[in-house]
């Protein structure tokens, strides 16, 4: 029976066809990872030294990233032991890798990057510039001016984890030919103890809820009266989102998702 990625999906009450599923995907998708503290390190590698970073990346698929499963069996499990009061943290070190189009070209396997025009153009194309309203890119940081090839989340609980882990990760790419530049992250909080943007807003209150779990537990403790984020989203009474839209968006992400963790870097020689 094919997913149907229309509705909500209860990772609890997975099928065999499902679960196969979280399990390709990588975490910090359907729910974000949680952590307090992250080191992103984006990171250009050497189209000439292909081969390393196609290994390089198997290795991270291999022995670092966190899929989607796993990501939800930690949370859960540090959840009932009762230690945080939100359960998608403390459940260890975290990792999550994305590639932009220039990073698929670079490791020598643009044949299976997402088709998607937006993507292959990338941020810093002039006409994504001006379809986001971005400021010239010559105003922006030094190292965002040529073509970043992808990032690494790698997050964890306490600054200090998140440098040995961020060491780690960065070794792996000099080895691999590839060059980092790393920016930091540390979770913020208002006085009720939820996790905040920087301009004050609560963190991912807009963001729809993919996991029938999650809308469960959004409609026990803080109610939909107001703003219901079930997928798909609801923008007025009685409406919902264009259906086909939407599930066109979320396969392309399930593809790239895919596609990073079990095409590419899986079928790294």
């Known amino acids: 029976m094919a997913i149907d990625i229309t509705e909500p999906l209860s990772w609890k009450k997975a099928d065999s066809e499902e679960l196969l599923m979280l399990q390709g995907l990588q975490g910090n998708i359907l729910k974000g990872h949680g952590r307090h503290f992250t080191a992103n390190l984006f990171f250009r590698l050497d189209p ?15 022995f670092h990233i966190v899929s989607a499963y796993r990501q939800l069996i930690d949370a859960d499990t540090f959840k009932k032991a009762g230690k945080k009061r939100d359960g998608g943290r403390g459940a260890g070190a975290f990792v999550h890798v994305a ?12 044949d299976v990057a997402p088709a ?7 941020m810093g194309h002039p006409e994504s510039i001006a379809a986001l309203q971005d400021p010239s890119i010559e105003t922006w940081e030094r190292e965002f001016r040529t073509p970043v090839h992808g990032v690494v989340i ?3 609980e306490t600054p200090s984890s998140r440098a040995k882990l961020a060491a780690q990760i960065r070794e792996l790419i000099h080895a691999a030919g590839g060059t980092v530049f790393i920016q930091h992250g540390a979770a913020l909080f208002n006085a ?5 943007e920087h301009f004050g807003y609560v963190d991912g209150r807009s963001q729809p809820l993919m996991l029938i779990e999650d809308i469960e537990a959004e409609r026990k403790e803080t109610g939909t009266d ?3 984020p079930a997928f798909p ?11 086909a839209g939407r599930s066109d968006g979320l396969r392309q992400l399930l593809g790239v998702s895919q596609a990073r963790a079990a095409g590419t870097f899986l079928q790294a020689a």
């Open 154 to 156: 790698a997050a964890h």
């Open 48 to 62: 000439a030294r292909s081969l390393e970073a196609r290994r390089l990346l198997r290795e991270l698929a291999n």
């Open 226 to 228: 107001r703003w219901d």
């Open 99 to 110: 590639l932009s189009a220039a990073g698929y070209e670079a490791i020598g396997r643009g």
């Open 192 to 196: 009720a103890g939820e996790g905040i």
């Open 233 to 243: 989203p609801r923008f007025g009474p009685g409406s919902r989102s264009r259906r």
């Open 116 to 122: 998607d025009p937006d993507f292959a153009l990338g």
